[in-house]
């Protein structure tokens, strides 16, 4: 599994809300800044926060070892 920031926009998965799309699930109450988990299994989940670089640092830190 990964984790990065990326820009999510609801275009992109047919509008606000919980959306599921190309593999994907993802949460849009707006569009902006966003967290990816990709999963081992082929899928990911997609959530928008403002801070997705903080996110993925804590991420990375606890499952450092």
């Excluded at 593999?23 to 569009?31: D, E, G, H, R």
């Excluded at 800044?33 to 928008?48: H, N, P, T, Y």
Aim: without cysteine; charged residues 20%; negative net charge.
């Amino acid at each position: 599994e990964s984790v990065g920031p990326m820009h999510l926009k609801a275009r992109d998965y047919g509008g606000w809300g919980l959306r599921y799309a190309s593999n994907t699930l993802a949460f849009i109450p707006s569009s902006g800044s966003a967290v990816l988990i990709k999963l081992d299994w082929g899928e990911a989940l997609a959530v928008r926060m403002d801070k997705p670089e903080d996110f993925v640092s804590s991420y990375q830190l606890e499952t450092a070892g």
